[in-house]
């Protein structure tokens, strides 16, 4: 299985700030890599696809780079909704497997 | 506009089978995949496994003896089970999408849409 290690696992931060999460693949996945956003008691939204590629109806202060094994999902200016959990997710094999996640609180 | 809208039994007894289904409304079965994620209470995400709109199936290896994914294209479901649960099944259990996208000649498969999630809890 290729594990996929997030980090840090939580972050404080205030509204305005830029928020860097990284993701490292055990073994490399090209591109295939994914991010999503969690809100308690919600399924997870994805953000970014192929590592850099913006979902449709996604702020642009979100972006994705990053190729091979180490990955990085930046928020280039917090805002209030932003507060969650963020996961990275590898497309490249399976079984299909998810960071532990990055919980992103107010300061 | 694809959602899915997923229901089963939200609480079950050690060695019963958890039993979910998920319903696809506004989009086609053909090129995606058909996944069952879960989630521990307060824990990471966990990938349970995934159908084709062709019905061949893959699973987690660490569940594969307890799980069938199946396909209902007639009626636009596709559905879960997962026989001899214990406590260390209780989760809530997402339907996902993996949606085929083509980006510069590659073919990727991100989670979009999800399921609303169900909680499931097994206890005595």
């Known amino acids: 299985d290729i594990q996929m290690t997030q980090s840090p696992s939580s972050l404080s931060a205030s509204v305005g700030d830029r928020v860097t999460i990284t993701c490292r693949a055990s073994?490399?996945?090209?591109?295939?890599l994914n991010w999503y956003q969690q809100k308690p008691e919600k399924a997870p939204n994805l953000l970014i696809y192929?590592?850099?590629s913006l979902e449709n109806g996604v702020p642009s202060r979100f972006s994705g780079s990053g190729s091979g094994t180490d990955f990085t999902l930046t928020i280039s200016s917090l805002q209030p909704e932003d507060f969650a959990t963020y996961y990275c997710?590898?497309?490249?094999?399976?079984?299909?497997?998810f960071g532990q996640g990055t919980k992103v609180e107010i300061k | 506009q694809v959602q899915l809208q997923q229901w089963g039994a939200g609480l079950l007894k050690p060695s019963e089978t958890l039993s979910l289904t998920c319903a696809v409304h506004g989009g086609s079965f053909s090129g995606h995949y058909w996944s069952w994620i879960r989630q521990p209470p307060g824990k990471g995400l966990e990938w349970i496994g995934e159908i084709s709109h062709g019905g061949s199936t893959s699973y987690n290896p660490s569940l594969e003896s307890r799980v069938t994914i199946s396909l209902d294209t007639s009626k636009s479901q596709f559905s879960l089970n997962l026989t001899s649960v214990t406590a260390a099944d209780t989760a809530v259990y997402f339907c996902?999408?993996?949606?085929?996208?083509?980006?510069?000649?590659?073919?990727?498969?991100?989670?979009?849409?999800w399921g609303q999630g169900t909680l499931v809890t097994v206890a005595s």
């Open positions: 996902a999408r993996r949606r085929m996208t083509m980006l510069r000649g590659v073919i990727t498969f991100p989670f979009h849409p």
């Open positions: 192929a590592a850099s």
């Open positions: 073994q490399t996945i090209n591109n295939f």
């Open positions: 997710q590898q497309g490249y094999s399976t079984p299909l497997t």
